[in-house]
Structure formats: C-alpha cells, structure tokens
C-alpha cells in the first residue's frame, strides 16, 4: 500500500512537472508570436554612423559543390556599397567549386574577387582552417564573414557594418532564415532554422539578450580579431562563432545583431543527412549555451505534452492540454515565417512541426549521452567545453 501511494505521489509530480514544464513554454511561444509583427520596427543597435564609409572585405570560405552555389556567390559582388573585396578561399587546388570561383573572378575583376587556395590547418574545424586562409589575402580592416550558402541581398553590406561606427561594438551579426527546401527532410530542416532558432533568437532579442554571434553572417574589424587572438586555436572548436563572441565580450567590447534577415539553402541529399544535422544542431548548442539548451526542453512543449498525456491515459483534460500546445506553436511558427521573416511560401512546410518537435525530444536525450559529431563526412569526439577530438575508427 505505502509502495502504491509513493509511486502515486511520484506520477503526479511527474505531471504537474510536465504541466509546469508547458506552461513556461507556452508563455515563450506566445511571446514569440506577439513579438513577430515587431521585428522589421527594431532599432539598429549602435550609435553614430560614419562619415565616410569604410572599405570591406567579405570572407566567403567555400568547400565543395552547393545547391544554388554559383547564385550565392554571385550575390557578394552584387553589394551596393562603394568600395569592397570578396575572397573566396578553398583548401584544395582539386576543389570541385575552383571553376564557379575563376569564372566570377574573371567576371567582376582583381579589383573585387580573390581567389585564394591554401592548405593551412590550424585544427578540426575546416571553416576555420579556410578562414585563414583566406585572411591573408584580405586587404581592408573591416572583415565580414559569410557562409558559402548564403545569399545576400544588395543592401547587406551597409545593413550589417553599420553598427560598427560605434566603437565599443566588437562584431555584428544578422539573422538569418532557410531557403529553398524542396525534400520532406529538408523542409524539416527549414523549420528548425526558421521556425526554431531564429524563432527564438528574435525572442532574445526583445526580452534583452542579445549576446550571440552567428558566424554564418558577422561582421567585425580586424583590430578586434587581433585583440582576441586571431582565428588561432578557434579551429579546435566546434562552434567556432560563439567561441569567437564570447571573447569579445571578454575583451569588453559589445555584441550587436541587426534586424536583417540573409538566406541559407538548405542542401540535404538524404534523409540521413538530414538526421545527422539535426543531431549536429543540438550538440552544437549544448556545447555553446549549454544552460540554453538545457532550457529549451521547455520549448518542446508538444512533446512534453504528449508525454503528459500518455501518463494520464489520454484523458479528455490532457488532449486537451495537448490540443492546445499545437494550436500555440503552430500559431507561433506561423507569425515567425509569414509575418517576421516574410516568407509565405515556406508555410507549406508547417504541417511538420508537430512531428519534427516529437523527434526533437530524441535529439534533446542524445546530445547528452552522444558526444560525437559527423563533421563533413567525419566523426568527432568533443570534449566538455565544445573542442573536437580524434576518434578511433570502429574495427
């Protein structure tokens, strides 16, 4: 008898554990929701502006062949601003992109492309080691790093330096959304940037925490690369860009995220792809916010809900409660992709979300008990504070 009413006792803390769990949740979604029709209105962070505006250097480092690599590319010579240099940097003269890149460099000039081939390894991290690569060749002291799949509209540059005439701002980031999901897993993938991390990113930002770097948009000086060390020993890390962000603001200087949205193709070839990026994108956060992460299990509210139910027997209170968290989070994904991030055509992909937030849940556990990466094609270990290390291969 003491044995049953312990364990009754135990199932209803359970409950009201999960039932807590949704409720905090639910008030971060709908938050998100209100906040959605107000992200355009933000401010530019920063104060001042420049007189005169500075020469730039966008860093595009580029490893393979991408979907919509060419119009991508293209689209960092297309910038309005009067004076700037791409370099596009790879680590292999056998590169399979060497052919898209001599093209545009060839097309727009010496004077704006850079095509710069090194080999140099400073650690696991392969966007690093290209990164140094190509910053050897970059001749002005604003530095703006972008993501080999990202595509830039022709107002980009001036959106994201603009913050930096503020000298106590060390870096600069921008949103950013997925674009051209075609697959059922890769428009699952669309949802997990869009719906999810920059859903919540924006959400940061209103409430005040701002302070995150996203390396695949971010813009910084040069001074301020020297200051934190330059790009050594960032190469053993696997979330290079919060790594990066964090010792800057060690350094004293300021964070800054813009209210400007850039595109990322979502390129998966498989559906296995596509688990092992969602198995990345977890262990990614978990080692550079790991109290972040450990929170956003209260963002899973679909799931816990559906955990709260099950323990209850699918009573008519718990579908009820379970009802209603879908009802919440798809109403929320739906303001995020069609009012903030303007983007009608990617909520064709919302009827996922309830399945893609159940699979989460799994992804959640296995960033814990997992601390393996695959990494290009490669498998790593990490260590606790986010650095790769070797794994043996299986015999």
């Known amino acids: 008898m003491i044995e049953v009413r312990v364990m009754h006792a135990i199932l209803i803390a359970v409950e009201l554990l999960l039932l807590g769990g949704i409720g905090v949740g639910a008030v971060c979604w709908f938050g998100t929701l209100v906040a959605a029709p107000f992200f355009h209105k933000r401010r530019m962070p920063g104060s ?53 890149l001599h093209d545009l460099a060839r097309e727009f000039g010496p004077e704006r492309v850079s095509v710069v081939v090194s080999d140099v390894t400073i650690g696991a991290n392969g966007k690093v080691n290209n990164l140094a690569g190509a910053l050897s060749c970059a001749r002005n002291d604003i530095l703006v790093i972008s993501d080999s799949d990202v595509r830039l509209r022709p107002d980009y540059l001036k959106a994201i330096v603009a913050p930096l005439a503020d000298p106590s701002i060390g870096g600069v980031s921008t949103f950013f959304r997925a674009a051209d999901a075609s697959s059922w897993y890769e428009q699952m993938e ?14 940061a930002g209103v409430v005040g925490v701002s302070d995150f770097c996203f390396g695949a948009s971010f813009a910084l000086r040069r001074e301020t690369l020297e200051r934190i060390g330059g790009l050594d020993d960032l190469g053993s890390y696997l979330v290079e860009d919060n790594e990066m962000g964090q010792r800057i603001l060690r350094s004293g200087l300021k964070l800054a995220v813009v209210p400007y949205v850039v595109d990322t193709t979502v390129d998966l070839k498989s559906a296995t792809q596509w688990w092992q990026k969602m198995n990345y994108w977890d262990q990614n956060t978990r080692v550079a916010r790991p109290g972040v992460f450990a929170a956003s299990l209260l963002l899973r509210i679909i799931p816990l809900a559906v955990l709260l139910a099950a323990l209850r027997g699918f009573d008519s209170i718990s ?77």
Request: net charge neutral; hydrophobic share 45%; proline share 5%.
């Open 319 to 395: 579908l009820s409660v379970l009802g209603g968290a879908i009802v919440l989070r798809i109403s929320a994904a739906t303001m995020v992709l069609g009012v903030a991030l303007q983007d009608v055509r990617s909520l064709r992909s919302i009827w996922l979300i309830p399945l893609k937030d159940v699979l989460s849940l799994f992804w959640f556990a296995h960033a814990y008990v997992n601390r393996t990466v695959v990494w290009r094609g490669a498998k790593l270990g990490l260590t606790r504070d986010g650095r790769f290390i070797p794994v043996a291969p299986e015999s």
């Open 190 to 203: 669309l949802l997990t940037l869009s719906a999810d991390h920059f859903a919540t990113a924006m959400f």
């Open 48 to 100: 001042g502006a420049f007189d005169t505006l500075p020469s730039v250097t966008i860093l595009k480092p580029v490893c393979g062949l991408e979907k919509n690599l060419v119009e991508n590319l293209r689209t960092a010579c297309e910038q309005d601003y009067p004076d700037y240099q791409v370099v596009y940097s790879t680590q292999r003269h056998d590169d399979p992109a060497m052919g898209i």
